[in-house]
């Protein structure tokens, strides 16, 4: 397995646009996480999945935000009508959930957003 | 909610220097504590953790060891490298949902 895959890399967009990222887990896990990075800080925590589910939403989660994890595998996080503050690290990571507790959560490489 | 302080950066270090970076966190409950690192060009990758109070965590030279009575996980490595260079974050975790909340991170520099 390759890790957490996350695309694209980089996208650059004007103020307005609406932009779609995709994160790709780790194929057996079942908890997928979006965290978001602005610069010179540490990430923070947007949503989270367990499975299909999405069990929890940041308050940092607008209405313009939605993500899905349509069929308990890949995630999409869609950002409507950018504005300039979107600018950030999107961060994905994936563990796995078992009877016995969380295995440690793996981060993909993210997705920088610039709004310009 | 939780919260994570952690020491602010930037550090620089000769090479084989000693190293603390310090956290301490304020959460309900007993968090799980970690310690991220983010190399040059890289994603975020676990280093150490401690699930419960006077745990010890320890990977590559580093260590950290969960003190309940003062809230706190410092990291600590006795003899830094230059490949030791990076990002590093603490953060914390409650059992459950096990989102992450980060510190504000520390850049680690280490010159020959």
């Known amino acids: 397995d390759t890790g957490v895959s996350q695309d694209p890399r980089h996208k650059i967009t004007k103020r307005g646009q609406n932009v779609t990222f995709r994160c790709d887990p780790i194929s057996e896990h079942n908890r997928l996480y979006w965290y978001r990075q602005t610069l010179g800080q540490g990430p923070e925590f947007l949503t989270y999945?367990?499975?299909?589910?999405?069990?929890?939403k940041s308050r940092l989660l607008s209405d313009r935000f939605s993500a899905e994890r349509p069929k308990g595998s890949f995630s999409t996080l869609e950002i409507q009508r950018t504005e300039q503050g979107d600018s950030a690290m999107y961060l994905c990571?994936?563990?796995?959930?078992?009877?016995?507790?969380?295995?440690?959560?793996?981060f993909g490489q993210g997705t920088r957003l610039t709004v310009v | 909610g939780n919260s994570v302080t952690q020491m602010e950066g930037p550090v620089t270090l000769s090479e084989e220097a000693f190293l603390t970076i310090n956290c301490t966190y304020t959460?309900?409950?007993?968090?799980?504590l970690f310690w991220y690192v983010q190399y040059p060009g890289e994603g975020l990758q676990l280093l150490l953790k401690?699930?419960?109070?006077?745990d010890k965590g320890s990977n590559k030279g580093f260590e950290a060891t969960y003190r309940k009575e003062t809230t706190s996980f410092h990291l600590e490595k006795g003899s830094v490298q230059v490949s030791d260079s990076a990002v590093y974050f603490c953060?914390?975790?409650?059992?459950?949902?096990?989102?992450?909340?980060f510190g504000t991170g520390t850049r680690l520099t280490i010159i020959p």
């Open positions: 999945f367990q499975n299909e589910a999405q069990l929890e």
């Open positions: 990571a994936s563990s796995l959930m078992l009877g016995t507790g969380v295995t440690e959560a793996f």
């Open positions: 401690a699930t419960k109070a006077d």
């Open positions: 953060a914390g975790s409650n059992f459950g949902n096990e989102k992450l909340t």
């Open positions: 959460a309900t409950g007993y968090p799980s």
